[in-house]
């Protein structure tokens, strides 16, 4: 292309429309709202139809019968611990689980006030293992440790919000 060619080419060009802060937000709430869409909401009701098989089988009470004494370090009932596993694989499938155990009557709000902290401590733990670690080149023999840090983490916050959390 030749000089005059550019020249004029550079002064036809448009210049770029600056957003208002309204376009900003609208295009902020859709990227938003396709996230809750593809992301979020798929893994709730994925856990929540888990919890309900679970239910309807029996593994469930089975479980909490299992996990019992160890939940009840922090006054939760045995089936909490799915709560905690669902967390390790999605925090939105960890909120589904929980979700779903108190629409079933297992969990109240005291209980999940106690499970809050620690399902945002462990959140998705197994999906950013290799995802951030692995990407960021961590050697794969200190996984298992930061792993279990996560989990001692979540455990010292839910004995904190025991101690806090009013009874429901």
């Known amino acids: 292309m030749s000089e005059v060619q550019q020249?004029?080419?550079?002064?036809?060009?448009?210049p770029e429309k600056k957003l208002s802060i309204m376009d900003v937000f609208v295009k902020g709430a859709l990227k938003g709202w396709d996230i809750g869409l593809?992301?979020?909401i798929p893994n709730v009701i994925m856990a929540f139809v888990c919890i309900q098989i679970?239910?309807?089988?029996?593994?469930?009470?089975?479980?909490?019968?299992?996990?019992?004494?160890v939940m009840a370090i922090w006054g939760l009932p045995?089936?909490?611990?799915?709560?905690?596993?669902?967390?390790?694989?999605?925090?939105g499938g960890a909120v589904g689980v929980a979700m779903a155990l108190v629409s079933n009557g297992v969990l109240n709000g005291q209980h999940v006030a106690i499970l809050?902290?620690?399902?945002?401590?462990?959140?998705?733990?197994?999906?950013y293992l290799g995802r951030l670690l692995g990407t960021a080149g961590v050697?794969?023999?200190?996984?298992?440790?930061l792993l279990a840090l996560s989990i001692i983490n979540a455990g010292i916050a839910m004995f904190i919000m025991k101690l806090i959390a009013p009874a429901a």
Not at 7 to 14: C, D, E, I, L, Y
């Open 139 to 145: 050697p794969t023999k200190y996984w298992g440790v």
């Open 78 to 91: 045995g089936q909490a611990i799915m709560v905690l596993m669902g967390a390790l694989m999605s925090m």
């Open 7 to 14: 020249a004029a080419t550079a002064a036809v060009a448009v």
């Open 38 to 40: 593809k992301n979020i």
């Open 54 to 69: 679970l239910t309807v089988t029996g593994a469930l009470e089975a479980c909490g019968r299992i996990f019992a004494p």
């Open 116 to 127: 809050m902290p620690a399902i945002y401590l462990m959140g998705s733990k197994i999906q």
